[in-house]
């Protein structure tokens, strides 16, 4: 399974930017379909974005679509989740995964630590 690191989150006031990345080790980045999950205190995890290990094509959650995007760099075994726009029900410890999968459904090879994103109003 290929391990994944998350950096990038932190603290930030609402209308603000973030980007996330997540790093891959210990498989080639390139066969992997990529997603961005969250989780807010007291729900369960959400898919927020996706990036298809076939063509690069993306898909987002309804609530998070038009603010954030995922993009990847296969080179630099990197998958990154640009967040614009936040706004405060963004507050979630955020979730990289990993699958080799093109369609990913049920629960995802790898996952991340998680990495922690606070937008204050």
């Known amino acids: 399974q290929v391990q994944l690191v998350e950096s990038g989150g932190g603290l930030v006031q609402a209308g603000g930017s973030l980007r996330l990345s997540c790093v891959a080790s210990?498989?080639?980045?390139?066969?992997?379909?990529m997603g961005w999950f969250r989780q807010a205190p007291g729900k369960e995890r959400e898919f927020v974005a996706v990036?298809?290990?076939?063509?690069?094509?993306?898909a987002y959650a309804a609530s998070v679509k038009g603010r954030f995007t995922i993009s990847r760099d296969n080179a630099k075994n990197t998958v990154y989740l640009q967040m614009t726009s936040l706004k405060p029900e963004d507050t979630a410890v955020y979730y990289c995964a990993a699958d080799r999968r093109t369609v990913v459904s049920g629960t995802w090879g790898s996952w991340g630590q998680g990495t922690q994103v606070t937008v204050s109003s």
């Open positions: 990036s298809s290990r076939s063509d690069g094509s993306t």
């Open positions: 210990g498989g080639t980045f390139s066969l992997y379909t």
